[in-house]
């Protein structure tokens, strides 16, 4: 298909212009970001943001994969001098990858099969008789007569009509509006059937599919993913069906034409002889995989999600905070980091069992906190979590009628990732000098200093809030988690003198070799004066400078656009906008709570002329000039932080609490409202006067919600919520005591 063919389909397919379309492209074609793209090209795109771009780079490259194929298939069918010009056609036609598969199909090189070898005894003259159905006289037998071929292995007229049947029901298979048609039977009618296998479930993880029978459109994606575990786990068993006796009865219909063939009986033995052993068994493998993409893609969509709700947390950010990593027999890691994330000091002390030191423990943390001036203790949500929990509120009561004391507080974290972080090249090179078990710590305290700046350097599959991320496609999820890392990172912007090489990789048009070697060079020179030194890093030309410098900041910059999101290709427009409005472009900070008096009554377009740029842009400087340095994460609700502790026993029904939510999947979200378990606040219990089929249409992770108790089973350590009365989403999450 031509470039602009490809343009206008995807046009169609996303509602979208073909010039939008054709404009992204080139950029794309140009090694732009998708960042760069939606942040500073909106002019040429006509504003499209992140997800429409990454939507027609997605179409793009499924178009190119389809052209390969459609290159490579056509290549093939013309050295089998079986080309035609009303295939060659339809193949050039072919909109999706799974028909063109089909039309390829009856010329794909086969391994061995029964119908190859029928044809290597010579009988697909008499395959064809009973294909063509021409014959109304005589009787197969006497026609198959002449194919008995002892040498070729033919004994008998019936095994010359069994070979004969064998290469017709390759055909019936290779038929593409057959295939489409049992596609349809089972997309529409399939049942997914699902039973016990011989091996025990000793957890009864899987107990409620033991029996399951669910409707092929009706399958949930995160049943699809739990049914596919526990059949490769050997103990849930498998299969499609649909109504056997209605598939046969088409496929007749369509492939009997004469009805008086003495070959007919040949004929309806090959249909039901290539349904069982070829068609539906290719196309139950098909149904299944695509009810597995469908499922994997919701199962990372939903991963995706969370994740960025994750990253884009608001940092607590200039505290000094002590990070815990909890542990039986070895102890439990301490380590105060100030705040900035410099490590100051560390230690293991033993709260838990088997020691159960806990006033020397205390002590330590007492002196810890006087040292260091902590205000803040980060705990990991590991093993040991909820002893450790119960001696930190403990201290913190403790400390609550001493000066310092009212204004310390706890909260948990969750620590998946740290140890994959502990063990890598990076945490060694940060701290050569500390055991691994340390460096995840020293992870748990940053994090909550700056969610986003100490999660990149951890795979994001291994940060834990998605659902069955170990069994989805792991190249797409690889992928998609890695659009979301990015695109927060350059959502909040890098601070150049103080990020890691990390953080820096995922900056729009930074390479992890060219971020390591900003950091060299920030090493060697000291911290960069302004965007324009970037320059001088090897590797950094003038493309890489233009996908990266709007996206990096630099405070202490002698020019205030520096620590902005506007871009140096529209200093100029700035600082004239500046000028017109009476106001000096260096002193913007100064100027900012005058500025929206200043901009109130402007003329965007005409400004927008006067300047040579574009409406999009203007407005971007516009917004930027009244809050240089910004953190989009500062208007999000804080963390929810605690003083005192509760355990499951003092959970009542009907109790409303307040908690954050750790992770939403299909069926709810669950909540950590300050004990040991997290709460399940289901899907069904999310709103008491609308049904929710969506849960981050209501709920996102990190959020503050109030919650109500429903149920409590201790023994299970299972906790039912429902969401309070008239109660979504808090404004601000940033508690001082717990509820």
Same mark, same amino acid.
């Given at each position: 298909?031509?470039s ?5 389909? !995807? ?16 950029l ?43 290159? +490579? ?8 001098? /079986? ?13 999706s990858?799974?028909l ?11 391994? $061995? +099969? ?6 290597? /005894? ?53 038929e ?30 899987y ?7 669910? =409707?092929?459109?009706?399958? /949930? ?84 999600e ?51 030191? !806990? ?42 009628? +001493? ?94 003198n ?11 048009g ?20 302004? =965007?324009?030194?970037?320059?001088k ?19 202490d ?18 600082? $004239?906008l ?34 040579g ?38 959970l ?9 939510? =750790? ?7 669950f ?54 009365d ?5 404004a ?8």
């Open positions: 298909m031509s602009d063919g490809i343009i206008s389909d !995807i046009s169609i397919e996303l509602s979208l212009s073909p010039k939008q379309v054709s404009a992204v492209a080139a794309l074609a140009e090694g732009a970001t998708i960042p760069f793209i939606a942040r500073y090209r909106q002019e040429r795109t006509g504003g499209l943001d992140e997800e429409k771009l990454r939507d027609i780079r997605d179409k793009l490259e499924y178009a190119t994969l389809l052209n390969d194929r459609k290159a +490579t298939i056509l290549g093939s069918i013309r050295e089998q001098d /079986k080309l035609t010009d009303e295939l060659e056609k339809e193949i050039l036609a072919c909109k990858l799974k063109l598969e089909d039309l390829y199909l009856p010329f794909k090189p086969k391994r $061995k +099969t029964r119908a190859s070898v029928a044809r290597e /005894k010579g009988l697909e003259p008499l395959a064809e008789m009973i294909w063509q159905e021409e014959s109304v006289d005589g009787s197969p037998e006497a026609a198959a007569i002449d194919f008995i071929d002892q040498e070729k292995g033919v004994k008998s007229a019936e095994e010359a009509l069994q070979g004969a049947r064998d290469i017709c029901a390759e055909w019936i298979n290779e593409v509006d057959v295939r489409n048609g049992i596609r349809t039977q089972i997309q529409r009618h399939g049942i997914l059937k699902v039973v016990k296998s011989g091996k025990p479930d000793e957890k009864e993880t107990r409620e599919y033991y029996e399951f029978n669910g =409707r092929l459109s009706y399958v /949930k994606p995160h049943q699809v993913l739990a049914i596919n575990r526990g059949e490769r786990e050997g103990i849930l068993s498998v299969h499609l069906e649909i109504l056997e006796d209605k598939a046969l009865e088409r496929m007749e219909r369509y492939l009997i034409t004469n009805s008086s063939s003495v070959f007919t009986t040949h004929l309806v033995m090959a249909i039901r002889d290539s349904y069982k052993r070829l068609l539906f068994p290719a196309l139950e493998r098909e149904a299944r995989k695509e009810l597995t993409e469908t499922a994997d893609e919701h199962a990372i969509q939903t991963f995706a969370n994740l960025r709700n994750l990253l884009l947390q608001p940092p607590l950010a200039s505290r000094t905070v002590m990070g815990i990593d909890p542990g039986y027999r070895t102890g439990c890691k301490v380590a105060v980091v100030d705040g900035t994330g410099k490590y100051l000091e560390g230690t293991t002390i033993f709260p838990t069992p088997p020691q159960k030191k !806990i006033r020397e423990s205390m002590d330590v943390l007492n002196k810890l906190i006087d040292n260091h001036g902590v205000t803040l203790i980060a705990i990991g949500n590991g093993t040991g979590s909820r002893e450790t929990e119960l001696v930190v509120a403990e201290l913190i009561g403790a400390r609550q009628s +001493t000066a310092n004391g009212a204004d310390l507080h706890y909260l948990i974290v969750n620590e998946a990732g740290a140890s994959v972080y502990s063990a890598s090249p990076l945490a060694r090179q940060e701290f050569p000098d500390l055991d691994a078990a340390m460096r995840g710590n020293i992870s748990i305290a940053r994090r909550v200093q700056d969610p986003l700046a100490e999660l990149v350097k951890i795979d994001p599959k291994s940060i834990g809030v998605g659902l069955y991320q170990h069994d989805v496609n792991q190249a797409n999820l690889s992928r998609k988690l890695d659009d979301v890392v990015e695109s927060c990172v350059n959502n909040v912007g890098v601070n150049l103080s990020a890691s090489s990390p953080l820096l990789t995922y900056v729009s930074l390479s992890r070799n060219v971020a390591e070697k900003i950091i060299a060079c920030r090493n060697q020179s000291g911290p960069f004066r302004n =965007r324009q030194e970037l320059k890093v090897s590797g950094l030309g003038d493309f890489r400078f233009q996908q990266a410098a709007g996206f990096l900041r630099i405070p910059s002698q020019q205030p656009l520096d620590n902005t999101a506007i871009h140096p290709e529209s200093y100029d427009a700035a600082q $004239k500046c000028e017109s409005i009476g106001v000096d472009s260096h002193k913007i900070s100064e100027s900012a709570t005058l500025l929206p008096l200043k901009f109130r009554n402007l003329d965007l377009v005409s400004t927008a002329e006067k300047l740029i574009g409406v999009p842009t203007l407005e971007l400087i516009i917004e930027n000039l009244q809050k240089p340095g910004r953190d989009p994460r500062e208007s999000l609700p804080k963390p929810l932080l605690r003083q005192e502790i509760l355990s499951m026993s003092d009542r029904e009907s109790q409303e609490l307040e908690g954050t939510v =750790r992770n939403v999947v299909d069926f709810g979200a909540i950590d409202i300050g004990v040991k378990q997290d709460g399940l606040l289901h899907i069904s219990k999310m709103s008491s006067n609308k049904r929710v089929t969506n849960p981050h249409e209501v709920i996102s992770v990190g959020d503050i919600v109030r919650v109500r108790i429903l149920s409590v089973d201790e023994q299970r350590g299972r906790i039912s919520l429902g969401m309070a008239g109660s979504h989403k808090l601000d999450g940033n508690a001082p005591t717990a509820p």
